[in-house]
């Protein structure tokens, strides 16, 4: 059964805006941190952005100012904000959470930021 799902993603212009979602499964356990990390092509995969159950948040410097990751933990959901998208940022987005006992990661969503 799916643990974690994203949606989102797609292809935007140099400039634009993507929002991306992810659905966690009910967990036996408390969820201590949730989180987007992706891949580009030939690169390893990196930290966007997590957000902790209290809410603190954390952001690569490549994305701070432009990206936000939100969390509703009642709907274990979490959402990242794409704002001013680069070249650069054309990856996998994976989602990521986290709790006492478990480490789920969801199926990946592509980003294309291409003219």
């Known amino acids: 059964q799916a643990q974690v799902m994203e949606s989102g993603g797609g292809l935007v212009q140099p400039g634009g805006s993507l929002s991306l979602s992810c659905t966690a499964s009910?967990?036996?356990?408390?969820?201590?941190?949730m989180g987007w990390y992706r891949q580009a092509p030939g690169k390893q995969r990196e930290l966007v952005a997590s957000?902790?159950?209290?809410?603190?948040?954390n952001y690569a410097d490549s994305v701070k100012g432009r990206f936000a990751i939100t969390a509703d933990n009642a709907k274990n959901m979490v959402y990242l904000q794409m704002n001013s998208l680069k070249s650069e940022d054309t990856a996998v987005y994976h989602c990521?959470?986290?709790?006492?006992?478990?480490?789920?990661w969801g199926q990946g969503t592509q980003v294309t930021v291409s003219s």
């Open positions: 990521n959470v986290v709790g006492l006992d478990f480490d789920w």
């Open positions: 009910e967990s036996t356990s408390r969820i201590y941190v």
């Open positions: 957000i902790s159950w209290g809410g603190a948040t």
